[in-house]
DNA sequence: CACCAGGCAAGTA
DNA sequence: TACTTGCATGGT
């Protein structure tokens, strides 16, 4: 059996990305770089109940103001910093306009949003897979710790090459994608925290995983 | 107490 | 180019 259908039988799905608006998930993929997700959801009620969740509030406050708002992220200094970046690459390049932001072809905005101080290759296919709905597979530290220690994949590959893996073999469209990265976490933390504890998750019977949806 | 979380950039040699 | 380090709160 695949990959995918082993952890969706043994979790369901994950209903990802959490967010009521395209900026909240933006917000969100910058405020949980190696963060749990638990500090970020309190940082984004903080902003939500001040009225600072929108492209106005988050380009009016200093960042020294913000970093307190979102303190229990860890790293608020740089993230409050982060967070501006972004809201200026929005405002400069599409006049602050999401919609216009949205219709940009994936491969430009991929590169725009790479190019913002504090958004690298997880944080910019987050944002594309979740925030603008391309299929485009996220990498993160579970999808490569669980494909290593299958022996799937070498210690040094590289984001792109890890994501082609993926990519290259899935005929997929961006439901598919959002949903085989969340169970990928998810399995990732009850199954492959510190070091291995494999016990009953879900890929424990593979060698080799198999990655294909359908064979 | 130690360890790590849905990373990234800057510094070092 | 190839490692290493700083960032920092909060849960287990």
């Known amino acids: ?64 103001s913000l970093a307190e708002e979102i303190k229990s992220v860890g790293y608020f200094n740089i993230k409050a910093g982060r967070l501006k970046n972004l809201i200026n690459f929005i405002v400069e ?3 602050g306009d999401m919609d216009q932001l949205l219709m940009e072809k994936t491969e430009t ?25 391309r299929p485009v597979f996220v990498i993160d530290a579970y999808t490569y710790r669980i494909l290593n220690r299958h022996g799937m994949v070498e210690d040094q590959i590289t984001y792109d090459n890890l994501q082609s893996l993926f990519m290259d ?3 997929g469209d961006a439901g598919l994608f959002n949903e085989f990265h969340a169970l990928i976490v998810r399995t990732g933390k009850d199954f492959c925290r510190g070091k291995p504890l494999c016990g009953s998750c879900p890929l424990k019977e593979w060698e080799k995983i198999n990655i294909q949806k359908s064979n």
């Open 1 to 64: 059996m695949e990959m995918f259908t082993l952890m969706l039988n043994q979790f369901g799905p994950q209903h990802w990305w959490p967010g009521e608006t395209e900026l909240e998930m933006m917000a969100g993929a910058v405020l949980t770089q190696n963060t749990s997700w638990n500090n970020v959801e309190k940082a984004i009620s903080n902003l939500k109940g001040k009225g600072l969740l929108n492209i106005e509030g988050l380009s009016r406050i200093p960042s020294e």
């Open 93 to 95: 390049k599409y006049s």
């Open 109 to 133: 905005l991929r590169e725009g949003l790479l190019s913002i101080k504090g958004v690298g290759p997880e944080t910019a296919d987050s944002i594309l897979l979740y925030a603008a709905k």
């Open 169 to 171: 073999n899935l005929t």
